[in-house]
């Protein structure tokens, strides 16, 4: 069975910096994009950053580019998403997402494997 379990979600302020983990489990996604998308209360799950199989190929979501960074470690078969300079509009429940082909996208709908998501909340 896959799974993909997201951690590192928490309450911070305004400024601060939050490290997401998502390990997966169940098969290997290592030659296969990995992303990680976000929805807002009241609002539809947006894309925030994906990365290619081979981590040389990353793409950001505008609201957060030069703030977020992603990154993978194949070994562990793990992603993650380092988040920096903080703000409230962030705030909302953060999903990892794995495709089984290897291009690289942005639309939700192009994944296939989904975690549970991590809950971020930015206080201003």
């Known amino acids: 069975q896959v799974q993909l379990v997201e951690s590192g979600g928490g309450l911070v302020q305004a400024g601060d910096s939050l490290r997401l983990s998502c390990a997966a489990s169940?098969?290997?996604?290592?030659?296969?994009?990995m992303g990680w998308f976000r929805r807002a209360p009241g609002n539809e799950r947006e894309f925030v950053a994906a990365i290619g199989g081979g981590s040389r190929i990353t793409r950001f979501a505008d609201p957060v580019k030069g703030r977020f960074t992603i990154s993978r470690d194949n070994a562990k078969n793990a992603v993650y998403l380092q988040m920096n300079s903080l703000k409230s509009e962030d705030t909302a429940v953060y999903y990892c997402?794995?495709?089984?082909?290897?291009?690289?996208?942005?639309?939700?709908?192009?994944?296939?494997?989904w975690g549970q998501g991590t809950q971020v909340t930015v206080s201003s």
């Open positions: 997402a794995a495709k089984t082909t290897v291009v690289l996208s942005t639309r939700d709908y192009d994944y296939n494997y």
């Open positions: 169940g098969r290997s996604f290592s030659s296969v994009p």
